[in-house]
């Protein structure tokens, strides 16, 4: 059967009007749902408290026990410098702080010593004083008198003198020796916080000096992660707001989260950062924190995060992510 004009134009027509709605009903369903509006919508990479451990004392690494990955306890031993040097510097301010002690004593026992010599002496030119003045001791024996007086009170002050120096020498002696215990105490290097090693920068047999890294840590326990919001919504977000996060590495998975600190200043729009009003040039910098006590959330994740800025409208049933 032969279709005359007219049947064919309403069949082009009934085509075209199926194929329109189907495009327009496939160009609705591939539109980006818009956020719910109780919620705001951020990213960024998660954040974590991280500490560089530097060595205090230079020499050759004896070993290494920071491992990436694992975690380690505050306090842990981390790598330990060979000590030989400082062992040795110990002992030598150990013998020369004996030796200054044992110097003082001496001075100590010749300077009773002396000083009795000088009492001796003193009284002896006391009595020749009034031998003399009787006439009865020859004016020499008077002066031998006086001379040997002022010999022994000047041999009392020489000794005095080098007992105060025995003492500063002991006093040295002994900040040396403290320095040296303080020095070899620092061959070991222990772990200043409880954190996983997110880098291991030093092996075994390598020269460090002070200052120098040999591992980072981090405390996994709290996460920090950054979002930018705009202008609009500054006024909506509080401190202690809920916010839920979500990670690839764990995908359906929410990590609960709240407002730490929102930004008392504005900034220009980061280039890696996206935010729904692309309008906006200017954005504030909201810091969430979430607990982390398995140490799932790893620093350097990209995550995903929505802020609860209307808690008496309650979660959505669903969280998109903007297109």
């Known amino acids: 059967m032969k279709l005359n004009a007219k049947t064919w134009v ?17 160009y609705w369903r591939l539109q980006p749902q818009p956020q719910p509006p109780q919620v705001i ?57 004996a030796a200054a002690v044992r110097t003082r004593a001496q001075l100590d026992s010749q300077i009773d010593l002396a000083t009795h010599h000088a009492e001796t002496a003193r009284t002896n030119l006391s009595r020749y004083e009034t031998l003399s003045s009787q006439g009865y001791l020859p004016a020499q024996r008077l002066d031998a008198a006086r001379d040997a007086y002022a010999e022994a009170l000047h041999r009392v002050e020489v000794l005095r003198q080098q007992r105060a120096e025995a003492l500063a020498q002991a006093d040295a002696a002994g900040k040396t020796l403290a320095l040296a215990r303080s020095q070899s105490g620092k061959t070991v ?21 002070p200052g120098e890294a040999v591992a980072v840590l981090a405390d996994l326990s709290t996460i920090r992660l950054k979002v930018f919001i705009t202008e609009a919504d500054l006024g909506k977000v509080r401190l202690g707001a809920p916010a839920r996060l979500r990670v690839d590495a764990f995908p359906g998975r929410d990590f609960q989260a709240r407002v730490a600190r929102v930004d008392s200043q504005a900034q220009f729009t980061p280039r890696d950062v996206h935010v729904p009003d692309e309008r906006s040039r200017t954005v504030y910098g909201v810091i969430l924190e979430a607990p982390n006590p398995d140490g799932l959330l790893k620093p350097g994740m990209p995550a995903d995060a929505w802020i609860l800025w209307d808690e008496a409208a309650g979660w959505p049933a669903t969280l998109q992510v903007p297109e």
Request: aromatic letters at 2%; proline letters at 2%; charged letters at 20%.
């Open 189 to 209: 290097v222990t772990a200043p916080i409880t954190g996983a090693v997110l880098e291991r920068l030093v092996e075994p047999g390598e020269v460090v000096g």
């Open 41 to 97: 919508y951020g990213s960024g990479r998660i954040e974590a408290d991280e500490v560089r451990v530097g060595v205090e004392a230079s020499g050759r690494l004896a070993e290494i026990r920071a491992v990436e990955g694992e975690t380690v306890q505050a306090g842990g031993l981390l790598a330990r410098i060979v000590g030989t040097d400082y062992e040795l510097m110990t002992e030598r301010a150990e013998a020369q702080q």
């Open 10 to 26: 309403t069949v082009v027509a009934i085509t075209l009007v199926a194929l329109a709605g189907g495009a327009g009903l496939a």
